[in-house]
């Protein structure tokens, strides 16, 4: 049917609107967007209306970076007990020998409905080619999830060779381009975990290569490190610059350049806004993963989100590791990674409000390369409605959605529960004000 009416919402993101508005969907297209009160829902079956009341909507979010192919495994086979990355790392490489293609694609799913009844329509997931040791069976597990999905989550998959690519050993290098060969979107990279600067270079040139080569977008996981030098980004800058690949490349994390001196992280942000390269940053999997080689004080460890911006760098966020060895914590709600960052990153003045959103909006878009973003006529009939009036108190309160529409058909529908108070009085709790 692809035939919806949304009225009486409160927009924001690209094509929002100063007052209230009624949006009209026909063949899964936005068709009309309106002044509040001048739609028409009797052109609509009465299952196709959703009055928003005055609360916010936003065009379909997205999830810029996540690993679904090892969420859900905290714990297993024991806790992350350090925090750090590489105890990650470890555990993870004890834990995937013991899963198989029916897991990988269980656990993905279960995700994939969080992530919808959060408002996310597309996710960019990352797939280690070396979590099944003898084939390739974790990545077949999310081409199907992809192709099983579509239409509801839409997947866009990493080739993550998630190690060395330049130890005299080429199988990760064929893993990686066999993993291509079977249809991936996307070819990622880890270069500081070279053994040696040397190779890290050659690592960023070998991802960038592949890229080139399949003609498909890069993202590397890059500089994820309080290690000051760490300065893989400034290579991938320079080889995105020199090849002309602008947005086709994303520096996920860069959390080194929040230990890099100020002098070096000037030239090195200036760099990254001239090659054109977009960069996430998750708050949620680095606020518990970086400092922990500090005593006091402690570092925050995570990317210069506004020098970034001021030089016209997109920037989205992500959840990256959600219940898993690396972030044993998650939810699949993006306004949450979002309100970590408020904290994390200093930016709750009321004037973060429109550039959270922004990264949320047109920063995850931008990365994960979508056209025609946006709650504008001709534009796609996805949406999300908050249990919230303004973006404000959506960030603060992260809210239910009451609804989701995927090409203007519901994927997702939720109620705020309610609270009974001490006098046995029922309520739905409004934390508006």
């Known amino acids: ?13 690209t094509g929002a609107d100063s007052g209230p508005v009624d949006i009209e969907i026909r063949g899964g297209q936005i068709d009309r967007i309106l002044p ?3 739609g028409d829902p009797s052109a609509f079956d009465e299952s196709r209306q959703f009055d928003a009341a005055g609360r916010l909507v936003s065009p379909p979010l997205i999830e810029a970076h996540t690993h679904l192919y090892c969420a859900l495994t905290a714990g297993i086979p024991r806790w992350n007990e350090t925090g750090t990355l590489e105890e ?41 080619v070396n979590s099944s040791e003898e084939t390739l069976e974790a990545v077949e597990a999310m081409i199907e999830v992809r192709e099983e999905l579509a239409g509801f989550v839409d997947l866009q998959i990493v080739a993550f060779p998630m190690g060395c690519l330049h130890t005299g050993d080429e199988e990760l290098i ?56 760490s300065r893989y980004t400034g290579v991938l800058a320079s ?70 911006r001021e030089q016209g760098v997109h920037v989205g966020i992500g959840q990256d590791d959600i219940v898993d060895h690396f972030n044993s914590f998650g939810d699949g ?10 904290h994390y990153a200093h930016m709750n003045s009321k004037r973060d409000v429109d550039t959270i959103w922004n990264m949320l909006l047109e920063g995850n878009a931008a990365v994960f390369g979508v056209d025609d973003y946006g709650l504008q006529e001709g534009n796609e009939g996805s949406l999300v409605v908050y249990d919230a009036e303004t973006p404000f108190d959506a960030v603060r309160t992260q809210p239910v959605r009451p609804l989701v529409l995927h090409d203007g058909e519901p994927i997702a529908q939720s109620q705020r529960s309610s609270t009974v108070y001490p006098d046995g009085e029922e309520s739905t709790v409004d934390f508006g004000w």
Not at 97 to 123: L, P, S
Not at 197 to 206: A, I, K, L, P, S
Not at 244 to 249: A, C, D, E, Y
Request: no cysteine.
């Open 1 to 13: 049917m692809s035939k919806y009416i949304v009225t009486n919402a409160t927009t924001v993101g």
């Open 36 to 38: 509040a009160g001048e």
């Open 88 to 128: 990650g790392w470890r555990l993870w490489n004890e834990t995937k020998a013991d899963i198989g293609k029916e897991d990988y694609k269980r656990r993905a799913k279960k995700v994939a409905g969080w992530f919808a009844a959060n408002g996310i329509t597309r996710v960019r997931t990352h797939i280690d």
């Open 174 to 229: 064929d893993r990686t381009e066999r993993a291509l060969d079977m249809g991936l979107d996307v070819v990622g990279g880890i270069p500081h975990r070279e053994h040696i600067r040397e190779d890290g270079v050659e690592h960023v040139r070998t991802v960038l290569d592949l890229a080139e080569r399949y003609d498909v977008q890069a993202d590397l996981h890059i500089d994820e490190t309080d290690d000051p030098q």
């Open 239 to 308: 080889e995105t610059l020199k090849r002309g690949l602008g947005s086709r490349v994303t520096a996920s994390h860069t959390t080194a350049l929040h230990s890099y001196s100020n002098a070096y992280a000037d030239k090195l942000v200036r760099l990254m806004g001239e090659s054109g390269l977009n960069v996430v940053t998750n708050p949620m999997a680095n606020a518990v993963l970086q400092g922990r080689y500090d005593d006091f004080p402690k570092r925050r460890g995570h990317t210069r989100i506004e020098a970034l």
């Open 333 to 342: 709600d993006p306004l949450k990674a979002a309100f970590v960052l408020v």
